[in-house]
């Protein structure tokens, strides 16, 4: 008797999920952002013909997005979503507040989150202590000049050189003479590593013409 091959349809692998759920797509997660979708976003929201129908529909769609302070600069929408916060008709005023507040909660946590701290022998404590002691003397606020000092160190290597000091002296200086600047930081409107960052480039600038 001939033998016949039957081939059968094979059932496709189980992914975990059951039938009743579906998979989100890269565009549901919150985590996950678009840059051409943001850019996108800030070009509708920016048209002046957009109904507030739209704008509303488009500001619930970024609701639960967390983009990066950088992304918000680079595509625009921060600025537009902020500038919608004060719109004529109130339900769209009142969605671009809720995102705006959204993602102002959201970067303030990446702000305060310290960076790990290193163990140091007993010198290099005195020393760093004395530099808390120091900002922290110019902007009444230790738990904001203790994060300060920490950048200031990871920056120049771990190590308490000249640097660290001048640097550590221009942050004491730069408080006490700029009250704008000390308001900014104190209210966590400002990104500590990029405010040590800038004091770092004008310390190593005098170094270079010296």
């Given at each position: 008797?001939?033998?016949?091959?039957?081939?059968?349809?094979?059932?496709?692998?189980?992914?975990?999920?059951?039938?009743?759920?579906?998979?989100?797509?890269?565009?549901?997660?919150?985590?996950?952002?678009?840059?051409?979708?943001?850019?996108?976003a800030n070009q509708q929201l920016?048209?002046?013909?957009?109904?507030?129908?739209?704008?509303?529909?488009?500001?619930?769609?970024?609701?639960?997005?967390?983009?990066a302070k950088e992304i918000l600069?680079?595509?625009?929408?921060?600025?537009?979503?902020?500038?919608l916060c004060r719109d004529e008709?109130?339900?769209?005023?009142?969605?671009?507040?809720?995102?705006?507040?959204?993602?102002?909660?959201?970067?303030?946590?990446?702000?305060?989150?310290?960076?790990?701290?290193?163990?140091?022998?007993?010198?290099?404590?005195?020393?760093?202590?004395?530099?808390?002691?120091?900002?922290?003397?110019?902007?009444?606020?230790?738990?904001?000049?203790?994060?300060?000092?920490?950048?200031?160190?990871?920056?120049?290597?771990?190590?308490?050189?000249?640097?660290?000091?001048?640097?550590?002296?221009?942050?004491?200086?730069?408080?006490?003479?700029?009250?704008?600047?000390?308001?900014?930081?104190?209210?966590?409107?400002?990104?500590?590593?990029?405010?040590?960052?800038?004091?770092?480039?004008?310390?190593?600038?005098?170094?270079?013409?010296?």
């Amino acid at each position: 008797m001939d033998k016949f091959l039957i081939k059968k349809t094979k059932e496709p692998p189980s992914s975990g999920i059951s039938r009743g759920m579906k998979q989100a797509s890269l565009h549901q997660l919150g985590g996950v952002v678009i840059l051409e979708d943001l850019t996108s976003a800030n070009q509708q929201l920016s048209n002046p013909e957009i109904s507030p129908d739209q704008k509303i529909y488009i500001l619930n769609k970024l609701k639960n997005k967390k983009p990066a302070k950088e992304i918000l600069k680079s595509t625009g929408i921060g600025r537009t979503v902020h500038r919608l916060c004060r719109d004529e008709n109130p339900i769209v005023s009142c969605a671009a507040n809720e995102v705006y507040g959204f993602w102002k909660t959201h970067i303030l946590h990446l702000l305060r989150r310290k960076p790990i701290e290193v163990e140091s022998d007993a010198e290099t404590k005195r020393g760093r202590a004395s530099a808390k002691k120091m900002i922290n003397l110019a902007l009444n606020n230790s738990v904001i000049a203790e994060e300060i000092e920490i950048h200031v160190f990871i920056k120049c290597k771990k190590i308490m050189n000249h640097t660290y000091n001048r640097v550590i002296r221009k942050i004491h200086f730069c408080f006490k003479g700029n009250e704008d600047q000390k308001r900014r930081v104190n209210e966590m409107n400002s990104d500590l590593k990029e405010f040590v960052e800038e004091m770092y480039r004008d310390v190593m600038k005098v170094y270079a013409k010296q």
